[in-house]
């Protein structure tokens, strides 16, 4: 006999956690087709080259690669954004530009397995690709806080920085090696300023004085309204133009979002994600009740989206939903369901003779958008009573003799425990009230 068990790194979906990640999917869906985005597919595998030329070193280690059937060099895909890049680079022709895209699916890293941290995950990811404008970037800074609060996980905080005012504080301060020098400062949350001094001063051999200096510039962070904070810090634009262009971007960028009522983000200079890939804002959301969870939705532009596959420059901006995260988050907050069904009744049939008019009725019921199950054997009321009420069925619609006689159902509220003997009709109204 094989023993039944998953890879590490990987795991099964009960129905309880698989319905609540569709309940996530569908809300988050709703979003995105709300602001105008398009579903598109590509495969789970690609050449190798297209997943090699671009990923970073750490990537590469952790690539799923092999050699398919036809001995060509193949790999699993390790996120959805370099698909995204040969699928605009491959399809061009076909596409409008911007062209707005949301893409659901599983994604591969052979990284090392951890709680929360899985081999194998789902991304959520939605980016809006041809366009320069700042007002893209507002658009998807609106996308990150609509899911959120249509996932209701309660106060939520998107901090926005941008990549060239990191790169112009290191130029500012005489740093040549801008991108090793922010791979050590973003590990403050994990290791703390002492940890980051240390290394900074070990690894790259900076002195004290440029540490402070590094570390109190990166650290200013908004506190109160936007306009005041970039008020304070106008005076940095004379230092370099890169502090000038991207202080003046996230001027522009708040403006739209303030304009609309957004109030859940902060303009902070600690945030830098993507060190090898974004050029432009970045963003990274929080749950306030749970910032230890880390980032739950983050992105940002990127200008060189297609640079491997064609000359045509193409520029984007995007993020992508952390989904286990949220779904974790929800389940610590105690905001998951605990339903296992989206059925609302659960038809039982007292005798196999009345079984073609149960089905019939749950035929019925379906027809008029109720979802409804059958329960399939003839047995007493406590198994099928025991069975809703683990899945989490609504209501139990019971036919027996009487109810066969009478064309009536029975129809029990599981919540209240009353029961009624009803028409059809008033079947639809009681069961479609909730």
Known sequence: MITPRTLSGFKDRLPKEAIAKSNLLKKIIEVFDSFGFNPIETPHLEYAEILLKQGSDEIQKELYAFKDHGGRDVALRFDLTLPLARFISQHRHALQLPFKRY???????????????????????????????????????????KVLQKLEVGKFTISINHRLILNGICEYLGITDA????????KLDKIGVDGVCAELEESLGYSKECIHSLLDLISLSQEGKSR???????????????????????????????????????INFSIARGLGYYTGIV???????????????????YDNLTQTFCKEPMSGVGASVGLDRLLSALEELGKLSEKETRARVLCVAMSESYMPYLQKIASNLRDEGIATEVYPDITKLKKPFSYADTKGHPYVLIVGEDEFKEERVTLKNMQSGNQESLRFAEVIERVGEG
């Open 228 to 266: 005041d904070f970039l008020q304070k810090v106008s005076y940095l634009k004379e230092k370099n133009q890169s502090l000038q262009k991207g202080l003046d971007d996230l001027q522009k960028l708040c403006e739209i979002l303030d304009f609309v009522g957004l109030d859940c983000y902060k």
């Open 283 to 301: 963003y990274e959301s929080t749950l306030d009740e749970l910032s230890g969870i880390g980032s739950v939705c983050s992105g940002g532009r």
């Open 179 to 186: 991108n090793n020098t922010l791979r050590i400062v973003d």
């Open 103 to 145: 893409a659901i699916g599983n994604v591969f890293r052979g990284e090392r397995a951890q709680k929360g941290r899985y081999r194998e995950f789902t991304q959520c990811d939605f980016d809006f690709v041809g366009s320069n404008s700042i007002a893209s970037d507002a658009e998807i800074i609106q996308v990150i806080a």
